[in-house]
């Protein structure tokens, strides 16, 4: 399941995340953590889907460093485009 706060796109992170942050600290543009206190745990979550090349780069590190494998990628949509 991808957590609704997810911007719609061809990146995701789903509720397998442990909430290690690592995401944030590599792509910050795209990913944020759940601030929300009210929640048993926290999470991590897009906030905005990559539009230039240097962004789809950290984000495919993201999903490809990401302890719990909790970032899904839809390889039909993925930025293909080059740098703006
Ligand atoms: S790197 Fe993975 S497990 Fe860690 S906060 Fe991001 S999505 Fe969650």
Redesign the pocket.
């Given at each position: 399941m991808i957590f609704i706060e997810n911007i719609k796109g061809p990146y995701s992170?789903t509720d397998k995340?442990?909430?290690?942050?690592?995401?944030?600290a590599i792509a910050p543009t795209n990913?944020a953590a759940n601030a929300d206190e009210t929640v048993e745990y926290g999470?991590?979550y897009v906030i905005k889907q990559p539009d230039n090349a240097q962004e789809h780069a950290l984000c495919m590190e993201?999903v490809n460093?990401?302890?719990?494998d909790?970032?899904t990628t839809d390889s039909h949509n993925r930025f293909t485009g080059g740098e703006k």
């Open positions: 992170v995340c442990i909430g290690c942050d690592l995401c944030v990913f999470y991590c993201a460093i990401c302890p719990a909790a970032i």
